[in-house]
């Protein structure tokens, strides 16, 4: 159906990145509609919150911009970054591995290079001036240009084991998507026939709802590494990660869906569930943090990566992104939502030290760190081995550069970025907003 709802998010069609992946020809390509939908999403609104008719923060109620374009709720203008390319093999959906090593990474690089963008352009994306702020969010889509799709024998595109869908599976998912972008380049047109074709009898899109924007360049070479079949993974039944998760940012992000995609997901008539635990700190454990008086409670950020990932397992309750998904509360200290016709349980934990349920539950497969956690990660498999458990799988992310979009990528670089987009400097533009200009966070 066609979008009914000013809540609904806006999505952008990118065709694949060039290879070999390196910022400045992911720059060329990406760059420009990145921009492009950026500026058009958050006309004459910036991070100071222009155009504001006051300074609102996302638990308060907003008045309403005309902007047709803009999706209205109070975590800000969600917009689908749906990055189409080959990242899966297997012959049947159901035996389906993913190249995790490489998505992560295009991952990264994407979210640093949306980061910089919003930087230059001087947007926000905390979510803390409510519709004046731009949310972006990536889903990962398994296609390659000239592909084709067959229905199952319910007249069905099937979705497969992972949590990237391919093309026609994440066509035909009903989403009230207000408006469609897409580059105006060949490969930006085929990909948006196509993604109309396998929505056909699912969605109706008005002609004003496909917006065409300012395409980049493609400059991929011959020199691409060889793929090899060690670089996929299987899913695993049970994964987990943890971290605060206050004024979620494009780190928190990355983090967040490179640990989903992990997660093997069963069939829908299964009787079982992929179970991804997300350990989020206690309240008691900020208490010390800069700024504190402007965390968010632990009930907040919870509901906050159920939202984000609610998109990133294509659920139909991210067309409505200010609020969260349907959430039940197994204990006072865990928050649960299912995704992908139940065949998926996100459980978040709140935890007091830590470990949190990864020395206290057993039957957990691979843990996700980054470089900063990657010591934790060592001294929970410690603390496993001492009960004679198997140790987790650990997988590390990478950091978010800003070098990569900077000189190299088409843009200035940002001095201190890691601390720049941290949840600590989110916090202090906050309090800075509110008028007590606090000491400036320190470089990190």
Avoid at 40 to 64: E, H, K, P, V
Avoid at 73 to 99: D, E, F, M
Avoid at 191 to 196: H, I, R, T, Y
Avoid at 240 to 269: M, N, S, V, Y
Wanted: hydrophobic share 35%; aromatic share 6%; with cysteine.
């Amino acid at each position: 159906m066609a979008p009914s709802s000013s809540s609904a998010p806006s999505l952008l069609l990118l065709p694949a990145p060039p290879l070999p992946l390196d910022p400045h020809s992911l720059a060329a390509a990406y760059r420009p509609p990145l921009t492009a939908v950026f500026k058009r999403l958050t006309a004459g609104i910036n991070i100071n919150g222009s155009g504001s008719s006051s300074g609102s923060s996302s638990s308060s109620s907003s008045s309403s911009s005309s902007n047709s374009d803009c999706n209205h709720s109070h975590s800000g203008h969600v917009l689908v970054i749906a990055i189409t390319c080959p990242l899966l093999t297997g012959l049947s959906p159901r035996r389906k591995s993913l190249n995790w090593k490489a998505a992560q990474s295009l991952l990264a690089r994407v979210y640093t290079l949306a980061a910089v963008i919003c930087d230059e352009l001087d947007i926000d994306t905390s979510g803390e001036l409510g519709v004046h702020s731009l949310d972006p969010r990536i889903v990962l889509v398994d296609h390659e240009r000239h592909r084709t799709y067959q229905r199952n024998h319910f007249g069905e595109y099937e979705a497969n084991c992972t949590p990237v869908l391919d093309l026609a599976a994440f066509a035909s998912t009903v989403h009230p998507w207000r408006t469609v972008f897409h580059p105006s380049t060949e490969a930006g047109y085929e990909l948006l026939s196509a993604f109309l074709q396998y929505s056909e009898g699912k969605q109706i899109f008005l002609q004003n709802q496909l917006v065409a924007v300012e395409g980049g360049i493609a400059m991929s070479t011959s020199n691409t590494p060889p793929v090899v079949q060690q670089d996929f993974v299987q899913g695993r039944d049970v994964v987990c990660l943890g971290g605060t998760f206050d004024h979620l940012h494009p780190g928190h992000k990355l983090l967040l869906h490179a640990t989903a995609l992990l997660l093997r997901i069963p069939e829908k008539d299964a009787g079982t569930q992929g179970v991804l635990i997300v350990g989020i700190s206690g309240d008691e454990l900020l208490r010390n943090k800069k700024y504190a008086e402007v965390l968010q409670p632990w009930g907040v950020r919870a509901a906050k990566v159920l939202q984000f990932l609610s998109t990133i397992f294509n659920s139909a309750s991210s067309s409505n992104t200010g609020s969260s998904p349907p959430t039940s509360t197994y204990s006072p200290d865990e928050l649960h939502a299912t995704f992908r016709d139940g065949t998926v349980l996100v459980r978040c934990v709140n935890i007091h030290d830590p470990f949190g349920p990864t020395i206290s539950e057993e039957a957990v497969d691979a843990i996700v760190v980054s470089g900063e956690t990657r010591s934790g990660g060592e001294a929970i498999n410690d603390k496993r081995v001492e009960r004679g458990w198997k140790p987790l799988d650990v997988f590390e992310i990478d950091v978010l550069d800003s070098h990569e979009a900077g000189e190299d990528g088409g843009g200035p670089q940002i001095n201190g970025f890691a601390s720049k987009i941290s949840s600590t400097a989110i916090r202090q533009r906050i309090v800075q907003g509110r008028g007590l200009d606090p000491v400036a966070v320190p470089s990190q």
